[in-house]
């Protein structure tokens, strides 16, 4: 069984080419969020399966930062609108933190890729037609606009006008770039009219306009060398930007198209990701709430035209559970349900990862944690202990005091600590926080319930146990006593939080300090 990025990898090695350019870009029309920089992500799995066939390649990125504004994103103020029709690299930064709208939306992305271990070379736009590499394109693509035309014409059903030109000047008068039209050329000068009422003409070597999308998407193929492409489903509908660039591509620029690799849309909690509106989720929200390698699996874990669906909440905690098993079955802790789950297992596991490692990796459960740091904080000793307390430690681990586990395994238990405070302040529901009360809480609690926690101290004070040998405790008692668990559980957590509900009991009061416990089970002040 191969991995789809090992599939796409080995049919671009087949080719003839002396080098592989994987391209991705994206539109900085606000914050670069988890589902359009699935390019990036993509291309740089398929770059480094195709070194590991021995084949050279090199990833690029494109800021798409030429392009116009066409909605305000969030968070930025309605004032804002002023600014729509205008090229990204034309509007300033909204915090005056940036040079402008496009580094104070690039920035933060860029910088995360370090995280990810990710490298790629960083292209703008706009300094390409500043620097003149699309001069060459733009005088090919006007005196074949004719050919241009009547492919467009193909694929609409309006037809586009005798006198279109495949490229959009700048506005001289509102600086708008998508409410011009350009009819005529003489030379590098084009001639053009603008929605505003202004008409002018335009030297292309000043870098102040752009080719038409499909017309510019082609060209950079041939300007870069590329070789396969990932890209959102919207550009490979039928009928669409790759179907229609490839024809470009072809025809006028005399170039085969790259090897297409679209993708299907990331939803956030079923909802379709949307800068306007402020429906994202970012790599750097990722980061601070899970390792890179978990967002490379969300990733990687199916094909890329299948839906994929992501909610930062209770889900989160779900999905890290789902890649831990990964990373067992990887190394053989944990027996697959299948075969065929086993080497799928595998598979994605090793596409997810930064490197891998020779053993496999401490790894301290998420959701457990949830519960230790909340008693704790983020003393990482005392999280160690609650974690041995509950059997949640692995066979080489049990009988380790603090001090003696590796440095490497303490900052992967330091790091996950940090990802689930900020997880619990930012995403976790209200049902899932609690906090241990310094002093018995004035609740009200049965006559039974008193009994429960009476006998449940006597139980605690007689032995050690495991969560699973003090569960059962539990149970005998509230059996003998004919209790329903929710009024006994309910008992535990009013005497320890002043809730009536709070995480799985046993390992709960295993995790609390043992002489506080036995004096608020048996209602000492």
Request: net charge negative; proline share 6%.
């Amino acid at each position: 069984m191969k991995h789809w990025i090992e599939r796409i990898a080995e049919e671009l090695n087949e080719r003839d080419v002396k080098e592989h350019v994987i391209a991705s870009g994206t539109s900085i029309s606000g914050s670069i969020h988890i589902g359009n920089s699935c390019d990036v992500f993509i291309a740089n799995a398929v770059g480094n399966a195709l070194r590991n066939l021995g084949a050279s390649a090199r990833t690029i990125w494109i800021a798409d930062d030429h392009d116009p504004l066409r909605k305000v994103p969030h968070p930025l103020p309605e004032s804002y609108e002023k600014y729509l029709g205008m090229p990204y690299s034309k509007i300033p930064c909204p915090e005056g933190c940036c040079s402008n709208f496009v580094e104070h939306f690039e920035k933060p992305f860029l910088e995360t890729l370090d995280e990810f271990k990710i490298e790629l070379e960083v292209k703008s736009g706009e300094q390409m037609y500043k620097d003149g590499v699309y001069d060459d394109y733009i005088r090919t693509s006007l005196e074949k606009a004719p050919e241009i035309r009547e492919i467009f014409n193909r694929f609409r059903e309006h037809p586009l006008g005798d006198d279109w030109l495949p490229y959009n000047p700048i506005c001289e008068e509102c600086g708008r770039v998508n409410t011009t039209y350009a009819y005529s050329y003489d030379g590098d000068m084009v001639s053009y009219r603008c929605q505003c009422g202004h008409e002018g003409s335009m030297d292309i070597k000043k870098g102040e306009g752009k080719l038409t999308w499909r017309v510019e998407w082609a060209a950079r193929w041939k300007i870069f060398g590329t070789t396969c492409e990932p890209f959102g489903k919207d550009h490979a509908a039928s009928g669409g930007s790759y179907d229609v660039s490839t024809i470009i591509s072809e025809e006028i620029f005399n170039y085969p198209a790259p090897y297409p690799v679209p993708y299907e849309w990331i939803t956030l909690k079923g909802e379709a990701m949307s800068k306007s509106h402020g429906v994202f989720f970012t790599p750097g929200q990722w980061l601070e709430i899970g390792a890179p390698e978990t967002l490379n699996y969300f990733i990687f874990r199916s094909k890329p035209m299948k839906h994929k669906d992501f909610s930062p909440e209770m889900p989160f905690l779900d999905f890290i559970e789902q890649y831990d098993r990964v990373e067992r079955i990887f190394y053989g802790e944990e027996e697959a349900t299948s075969e065929k789950e086993g080497e799928k297992s595998k598979k994605v596991y090793e596409a997810s990862q930064i490197s891998v490692k020779d053993k496999m990796p401490f790894q301290p459960s998420y959701r457990f944690l949830t519960v230790a740091y909340q008693i704790v904080g983020d003393d990482t000793e005392k999280v160690f202990n609650i974690l041995r307390r509950n059997s949640q430690l692995p066979k080489d681990m049990e009988n380790l005091e603090f001090a003696q586990i590796d440095a490497e395994d303490v900052e992967r238990l330091e790091k996950r600590i940090g990802h689930v405070k900020n997880w619990l302040n930012t995403y976790a529901p209200g049902f899932v926080k609690f906090q241990v009360m310094e002093k018995l809480p004035r609740v009200e609690i049965s006559d039974v319930q008193k009994e429960f926690l009476s006998k449940l101290a006597d139980v605690l004070e007689a032995g050690e146990y495991t969560s699973e040998e003090f569960q059962d405790q539990m149970y005998l008692i509230l059996n003998d006593l004919e209790m329903k668990p929710q009024k006994a559980f309910q008992a535990i957590y009013k005497v320890m939080t002043g809730r009536k509900q709070g995480p799985r009991a046993a390992s709960f009061v295993l995790s609390l300090d043992k002489d506080m416990v036995l004096k608020r089970f048996r209602l000492e002040e």
